[in-house]
């Protein structure tokens, strides 16, 4: 069969509650929204796939028939040689131009929305052994991004993506979601223009948190951090000492803030004021406790809030990249201005987004 063009679409992603929590395999609460990275697809008869990549003045082929190992880092063959297993095996060339309006290093995933639009393309140009859906894309992504080469990092970027709407995930080995399809008014964006720093910051944090947390097992047989109260929480410092005390009560406090937010976005109607107090109380544990906030990232958020935001915070691995802020409903250009003011690269609302989808799949049986 002779596959037509194909369009893919792929959001970015921001996250509620969560953060440095993924890579300790405990939850998070994340959505999708409306900022995309778009890709077209067009047989081109030959035996190799063109990808070209505009907004970062890049361009690369891909040999349908290549072979051998996959250099470190390169997701696009990392997802390849993943959905070989699949029974995804490319029996056609396609000239492919990738584009987006995420921003680029600015903590809203805009690498991820590329692996999964890529993986979306491929079973769908090449079909699959496995049942296709968001789950399976989802995944498929994190084995690329992540788990292929042994990088840090969670599933938070590639289940928000790929499943769309608000989400809460459970990320350890025994994975598990919630989707919550539901709008929430007043949601912001703002960049500061500072790239963030993603495989140092996780690692370093990362390396940290699971040592201060195997200190208390060592004392703690059995000891499970996802068991952990906030209440319970002092009889366990003593078992960590001062240099990695910090990042213990970071995991434990965040932990915490993300399991109220769920509670109150399973309630039927949701209390915005009370997702804003509960953004800012996980921001100053972002800031404070695991320091990966800088100047500029603190003016914007408190500037967001001395103008009336219900909430705001830090997105994703932090010391750059982006906040997310919760506004009143009608008030966003008040709030915009004020983070514009407070020296954001730039700002905008956002709605959240229903998750990848194929835009365009046209199929003509070959004579």
């Known amino acids: 069969m002779d596959t037509g063009e194909i369009v893919v679409k792929s959001p970015g992603r921001t996250c509620l509650f969560g953060d440095h929590q993924d890579y300790l395999e405990l939850p998070v609460i994340a959505c999708a929204i409306d900022r995309h990275i778009t890709l077209r697809a067009k047989p081109n008869g030959e035996k190799r796939l063109f990808v070209d990549t505009p907004d970062i ?189 910090v990042y213990f009560e970071a995991a434990v406090r965040n932990h915490d803030i993300t399991q109220r937010a769920l509670e109150a976005f399973r309630k039927p109607k949701i209390d915005l004021e009370h997702i804003g107090k509960l953004m800012n109380a996980h921001h100053h544990i972002l800031k404070d406790y695991l320091e990966i906030t800088l100047p500029l990232i603190d003016r914007m958020v408190d500037g967001a809030n001395a103008a009336g935001a219900l909430g705001a915070k830090i997105v994703g691995s932090g010391r750059g990249g982006s906040i997310v802020v919760l506004s009143k409903a009608g008030e966003q250009q008040k709030i915009i201005d004020a983070l514009m003011q407070a020296g954001a690269r730039d700002a905008y609302a956002v709605h959240v987004d229903p998750g990848t989808h194929v835009v365009t799949a046209n199929q003509n049986k070959s004579k």
């Open 57 to 245: 003045g890049g361009h690369r082929y891909i040999d349908i028939d290549r072979k051998g190992p996959v250099p470190r880092g390169d997701y696009f063959l990392a997802a390849m040689d993943i959905l070989e297993h699949y029974g995804c095996v490319p029996n056609q060339g396609y000239d492919i131009t990738i584009t987006g309006n995420i921003a680029i290093n600015a903590g809203t995933s805009s690498s991820s929305a590329v692996i999964v639009s890529w993986i979306q393309f491929l079973v769908t140009a090449y079909g699959c052994s496995a049942t296709i859906d968001k789950e399976f894309i989802s995944r498929i992504a994190y084995e690329a991004e992540v788990a292929f080469h042994g990088f840090p990092g969670g599933k938070m970027d590639q289940y928000s993506i790929g499943l769309g709407n608000v989400i809460y995930l459970e990320t350890g080995d025994d994975l598990s979601y919630e989707v919550f399809d539901l709008n929430i008014p007043g949601l912001i964006v703002a960049e500061s223009g500072i790239p963030k720093e993603t495989t140092g910051v996780l690692g370093e944090l990362k390396e940290k948190a699971l040592l201060a947390i195997h200190r208390v097992k060592e004392k703690v047989p059995g000891f499970d951090i996802k068991g952990l109260s906030i209440q319970d929480f002092p009889q366990y410092v003593p078992y960590v000492n001062d240099g990695l005390r």
